[in-house]
């Protein structure tokens, strides 16, 4: 007769004696592995578990690299790196590697003294940028992140995408409470959860990114007979997009993408180099939201990501051609318009 090595049999209440207790359910969840300086497991179980993740564990920076080495499988990776260290290259370099080896979601928790390493660094499709980021947009991130892994037994309906979107909005809001309460405790040290600064924080005029390098050739206009475009005209434009803020609610006109490409033009007419911390800033927004923007705009083409010749740990982002052409274009036919 052949051996039984089915699972436990249904339970029916009464013990059977000389049967083995049966084993615990699975835990279903992603798993998250946290890489931190000062940050301890128990106060970061309960933003874990709000989330819908399993914390593995939290590991100090020093002991990340071995930490990852022998991590056989994790989901997640929630990395803090506020501040420059000389293991901080190494230890990005290795953990893009690994997500995109593995498939895993990797969010970079920057300041504004590392997001531009971290940017350069950046490799993996699943991979989040964040710079001082606040509640919300932290929460925001550990959420998308769960959703890059499938839930098992749930099969996506697109009419009930409204319903999902719903149930995102409120874990994202329960996350965020809980970092609120978590936040408060004195003795979590870090991250910092205060809004970056913004380019509406500081004095209204308008003031264009420095060179740092010659780039690019001068972009001729469509029309022979138009004038050509200057540098000076469209920081003007972005003056005047500015001063909206004296006279109405600066975030009802939020159009981080067009400020960017703006900026982005004149410093291709000055023949300026722009690093990523530079068009954050010139983007008006909090620096997670700018630099979920460039990502969008290098998706789509519109942007290119162009290394610092100088400093293999830097990257500079410039217009792609099309999109210049199309700037220039657009310039030209809003002038026409105007002297009507």
Not at 179 to 193: K, V
Not at 325 to 333: E, V
Request: aromatic share 4%; hydrophobic share 45%.
């Amino acid at each position: 007769m052949m051996d039984d090595f089915s699972y436990a049999q249904p339970l029916t209440g009464q013990p059977i004696i000389g049967q083995a207790t049966p084993l615990a359910a699975r835990d279903e969840r992603a798993s998250l592995l946290v890489i931190a300086d000062q940050m301890d497991a128990p106060d970061l179980a309960p933003v874990a578990a709000a989330a819908g993740f399993r914390l593995l564990g939290v590991a100090a920076l020093a002991d990340a690299p071995v930490r990852l080495d022998l991590q056989a499988q994790c989901d997640t990776v929630l990395f803090f790196c506020p501040t420059m260290t000389p293991l901080l290259e190494r230890l990005l370099v290795q953990l893009e590697t690994q997500a995109i080896q593995n498939g895993m979601a990797v969010i970079l928790v920057a300041g504004w003294e590392t997001v531009e390493l971290a940017f350069a660094c950046l490799r993996g499709p699943h991979t989040q940028l964040l710079c001082d980021p606040d509640r919300t947009e932290l929460a925001a991130a550990l959420v998308a992140a769960g959703q890059h892994r499938p839930v098992v037994g749930h099969v996506h309906e697109v009419d009930r995408e409204g319903a999902r979107l719903q149930q995102l909005s409120e874990e994202v809001g329960r996350l965020a409470r809980t970092l609120d309460a978590l936040t408060e405790r004195t003795r979590m040290a870090s991250p910092s959860f205060d809004l970056g600064p913004r380019i509406s924080d500081r004095p209204s005029d308008y003031i264009g990114m420095p060179a740092l390098a010659p780039i690019g050739a001068p972009l001729q206009p469509v029309e022979k007979s138009a004038p050509a475009i200057t540098a000076a005209q469209v920081r003007d434009l972005l003056r005047a997009r500015r001063i909206r803020a004296d006279f109405l609610p600066g975030d009802l006109f939020a159009d981080p993408a067009w400020d960017m490409m703006l900026d982005l033009l004149a410093a291709r007419l000055d023949h300026e180099r722009v690093s990523v911390s530079s068009l954050c800033i010139a983007a008006a927004v909090p620096p997670t939201t700018a630099l979920r923007w460039i990502r969008t705009l290098t998706d789509k083409g519109l942007v290119e990501r162009q290394a610092d010749p100088h400093d293999g740990r830097r990257v500079f982002i410039a217009l792609a051609q099309e999109a210049a052409d199309a700037l220039t274009r657009w310039f030209g036919a809003s002038r026409r318009l105007l002297s009507a």
